[in-house]
C-alpha cells in the first residue's frame, strides 16, 4: 500500500449504472475493492449503510446484513455473520435468514441474544477464531452524543466492532460508536470502517481524530447517511501514511 494519502471520490457508479441510495443493491452494481493478503486475496463489497461483506480464502463474511441496503436472495451465503448491535438498520432477523445456511458461524454482541437466540455472543475486548481467522470485539458506544431523554444512543458494554484478522491483514468494522479510547488505542490496522452517522455516532473531526491517532493505512467513513464526507477528506489532508477513500455508504 502507498504511504502518501489520496483520496478516491467513488461516486455511485458501476459498469456506467448509478445506484440510487433508496434502491436494494444489484450486486452486479456494487462497488467492490480487491487486496492482497496473506490469507489469499480479500474482496472487499460495499453493499451500503453499515453492510459490508468479505471474500477470503474461500470464505464470505457478512457484517450487519439489511434487507433495505440489499436483495440477499442475489448475494453469496455467509459462512460467518457478524452483527453489531441490536439496532433494526444493523440487526435484521430477515437478511440473516436470507444469506444463513446450514453450518454459518453468527457472531453477535449481547444486546442481541433476543432476536438471535443460536448467535454466539462476543463480550467486548473478548478475542476468537471465526472460519480460521482471529475475530477481535471492541467496545463501541457514545460519549458525547446522547437521546433527548438524556442516555447515549449507545451505551458501553452492549455494541461491539470486530477487527477481523486475514492473515497479517488486520480490518477493523466500528460499528456504531465515537471516537472512544479504546478505538484510539488500536495498533496495527490496515484498514478500518469508521461510522458517521449524525447524531448517532461520530462527526467528521471525530473520525479524523481517532484516525490521525490510532493511523489505519486505509480509511473508508461508512454508515454517514447526509453527512458531508468532503469535510473528513479536508480534515484529512496531510495525514501522512492514511489513504481515505470514499465510496456509496449512506
Known amino acids: 500500500m502507498k504511504t502518501a494519502t489520496r483520496v478516491f471520490f467513488a461516486a455511485a457508479m458501476v459498469f456506467g449504472m448509478e445506484v440510487s441510495a433508496m434502491e436494494k443493491a444489484d450486486p452486479n452494481r456494487l462497488e467492490r475493492d480487491v487486496f492482497k493478503t496473506d490469507a489469499g486475496e480479500l ?24 434487507t433495505k441496503a440489499a ?9 460467518a455473520i457478524l452483527i453489531t448491535h441490536n439496532h433494526y438498520d444493523h440487526l435484521d432477523v430477515k437478511a440473516v435468514n436470507a444469506i444463513r445456511k446450514e453450518g454459518t458461524q453468527i457472531i453477535i454482541a449481547g444486546d442481541c441474544l433476543e432476536k438471535i437466540p443460536d448467535g454466539v455472543v462476543m463480550k467486548n475486548d473478548e478475542k476468537r477464531k471465526v472460519l480460521g481467522f482471529e475475530v477481535d470485539a471492541v467496545p463501541a458506544y457514545n460519549i458525547v452524543n446522547q437521546r433527548p431523554d438524556g442516555g447515549p444512543y449507545h451505551p458501553k458494554g452492549e455494541g461491539n466492532g470486530y477487527i477481523i484478522t486475514f492473515g497479517k491483514t488486520r480490518v477493523y468494522a466500528a460499528g456504531d460508536t465515537e471516537n472512544t479510547p479504546e478505538m484510539k488505542a488500536l495498533k496495527n490496522i490496515d484498514i478500518a470502517f ?43 489532508k496531510g495525514a501522512k501514511d492514511i489513504e481515505v477513500r470514499i465510496r456509496k455508504m449512506e
Open 71 to 79: 436483495d440477499y436472495s442475489k448475494l453469496p451465503k455467509a459462512d
Open 194 to 236: 469508521l461510522p458517521m452517522n449524525l447524531p448517532y455516532t461520530m462527526t467528521p473531526e471525530m473520525v479524523a481524530d481517532a484516525a490521525r491517532t490510532f493511523s489505519p493505512k486505509i480509511l473508508y467513513p461508512y454508515h454517514y447517511g447526509k453527512t458531508d464526507t468532503k469535510t473528513l477528506v479536508e480534515l484529512m
Open 43 to 66: 474482496k472487499i463489497t460495499f453493499i451500503g449503510h453499515a453492510t459490508l461483506m468479505f471474500e477470503c480464502g474461500g470464505k464470505v463474511i457478512h457484517i450487519d446484513p439489511w
